[in-house]
């Protein structure tokens, strides 16, 4: 299944004109549950956010079309240091792993091409399991040529994605730190197991927050044919 940009986004253009040179980062917020409204992230980072010297903006997001179009639309802004992505994630029988948009499915692989040349310092892919397909995850980061992928190698709850993410948004914009995305991954990976955060019993060797760095990948950069 391959998506292509529909031709209007009538949600990205009432974006507010921006007058600061702060990192910008940018929530593409799909719905978790129609039950429960509080379950909506933007909010709490957007708390979050004005307590650091960045900035934050949210795109809520319902079908793949809307997805591929935010995607897109982020592409054209430089500005943007990072792109923040909530949703469900989850793996088929045979072993593909999805994102889940709205009542929609989008399969990662299938539209690698969709995130080529992102543009953005990071991804934050804020959804469970993306990080258990290690292949997967250099394959995204090739093709994007971000600098880094952060994302999750097991199932995760609300109240561990929000600590998590609290955590390492403290990190990398407090204004006495400049911590390597590499130094501050190493930091959050003992701290989240020594505050049980990660509270299996292998948190140190397998945590469960990931990341991929473009410096590490040890291979060729040229994106597999069958990834295109």
């Known amino acids: 299944m391959g998506l292509t940009p529909s031709l209007s986004f009538h ?61 897109e639309n982020a592409r054209k802004e430089p500005e943007l240091d990072g792109l923040h992505i909530v949703c469900h994630g989850d793996f088929t029988e045979d ?11 989008m399969p990662i692989r299938r539209n690698l091409n969709l995130f080529k040349n992102l543009g953005t310092r990071f991804l934050f892919m804020s959804a469970c399991g ?27 709850t609300d109240a561990q994605a929000f600590a998590i993410e609290t955590l390492f948004y403290t990190c990398l914009y407090h204004r006495a730190r400049k911590w390597t995305m590499e130094e501050i991954h ?14 299996d ?8 927050l990931t990341l991929d760095c473009l410096n590490d990948l040890r291979f060729d950069l040229t994106v597999p044919e069958k990834t295109a």
Do not use: H
């Open 186 to 199: 190493r930091r959050l990976c003992f701290g989240l197991e020594y505050l049980k955060i990660d509270n």
């Open 11 to 71: 949600k990205m253009e009432q974006m507010p004109t921006r007058k600061t040179k702060k990192p910008i980062v940018r929530l593409l917020e799909c719905p978790l549950s129609k039950r429960d409204v509080n379950r909506s992230q933007s909010q709490f980072m957007q708390e979050m956010f004005n307590n650091l010297p960045a900035e934050f903006d949210s795109v809520p997001v319902e079908s793949c079309a809307e997805f591929v179009d935010a995607i």
């Open 130 to 156: 993306g990080g258990m397909d290690v292949m997967l995850s250099r394959d995204l980061l090739r093709i994007a040529r971000i600098e880094s992928l952060w994302s999750y190698g097991r199932e995760i």
């Open 95 to 105: 072993g593909e792993y999805l994102l889940k948009i709205g009542k929609e499915e």
């Open 201 to 208: 019993k292998d948190a140190i060797v397998e945590p469960i």
